[in-house]
Nanobody, 118 residues
Framework: QVQLVESGGGSVQPGGSLRLSCTVS????????MGWYRQAPGKQRELVAT???????NYTDSVKGRFTISRENAKNTVYLQMNSLKPEDTAVYYC????????????WGQGTQVTVSS
């Protein structure tokens, strides 16, 4: 069973920075497309950023220019560097791992809280 362990959440003032990490216990991590999602209270879970197995990235418009997703295959880890944080970035952030090996395999982390407040 593939497990995802997130870390790096916390509380920060507006304009501050945080870096989230997600380590995956997958045999061949490099094959996985990875993503970060978030869910604010009373709202649906939304896509924040993705990075595919080839390193291509995609961001939701509200975080472009502020967040950077990256991966380090040697450490089975994906990162989300978050700069210029705003109160509306407050949410639980979830890591997602996805791969097609005959069938679609889709895994989620337990989530890490990010709170942006003065």
């Amino acid at each position: 069973q593939v497990q995802l362990v997130e870390s790096g959440g916390g509380s920060v003032q507006p304009g501050g920075s945080l870096r989230l990490s997600c380590t995956v216990s997958a045999f061949i991590f490099s094959l996985y497309d990875m993503g970060w999602y978030r869910q604010a209270p009373g709202k649906q879970r939304e896509l924040v950023a993705t990075i595919n197995s080839a390193g291509g990235t995609n961001y939701t418009d509200s975080v472009k220019g502020r967040f950077t997703i990256s991966r380090e295959n040697a450490k089975n880890t994906v990162y989300l560097q978050m700069n210029s944080l705003k109160p509306e970035d407050t949410a639980v952030y979830y890591c997602n791992a996805r791969v097609v090996l005959g069938l679609l395999h889709d895994y989620w982390g337990q989530g890490t809280q990010v709170t942006v407040s003065s």
